[in-house]
């Protein structure tokens, strides 16, 4: 059952990995007016929910499963996502939003965010690879 647990959750941490990629990559295509802001918001929008589920599921799963070094771990990093879709002030896209994406430095923040999920997740996989090979054999 352990073996499942980490299994499962280092595909979705590769999952995570690739989202923060796009998310970095899509973010330095607004920066450098590759594409527009209305259609980076909604290419992003579209991903934030999936990223919420899956980071939420590998952390209830790790507290169900009594990993609590692991779980104590994302938790910050999934108490910090539903802030962020719960705080989405009324009449915004979503949590990235074109009229202000470029005001008060967001552009920024959300590069920086994305830029310290790529490392969270990069450092998880490598804690489930290793937490998998330990408890398979």
């Known amino acids: 059952m352990e073996a499942v647990v980490f299994v499962f959750s280092l595909l979705d941490c590769c999952a995570l990995i ?3 990629v796009y998310f970095i990559i899509t973010l330095s295509d607004l920066e450098c007016d590759y594409i ?5 918001c909604s290419k992003l929008n579209k991903w934030v929910i999936p990223e919420l589920i ?3 599921i590998v952390t209830v799963l790790m507290l169900v499963s009594l990993h609590w070094f692991i779980f104590l771990l994302n938790l910050p990093v999934a108490t ?3 802030y ?3 705080m989405v002030p009324s009449g915004n896209m979503g ?5 202000e994406i470029h005001n008060r430095g967001q552009l920024k923040s959300h590069m920086k965010e994305a830029m310290i999920k790529l490392g969270f997740h990069l450092l998880c996989f490598f804690m489930y690879l290793y937490s998998d090979s330990t408890h398979c054999c």
């Open 18 to 20: 690739f989202l923060s």
């Open 36 to 40: 527009n802001a209305r259609s980076c």
């Open 54 to 56: 899956g980071h939420t």
């Open 80 to 82: 910090w996502n539903i």
């Open 84 to 86: 962020r879709f719960i």
């Open 95 to 99: 949590v990235f939003d074109p009229t």
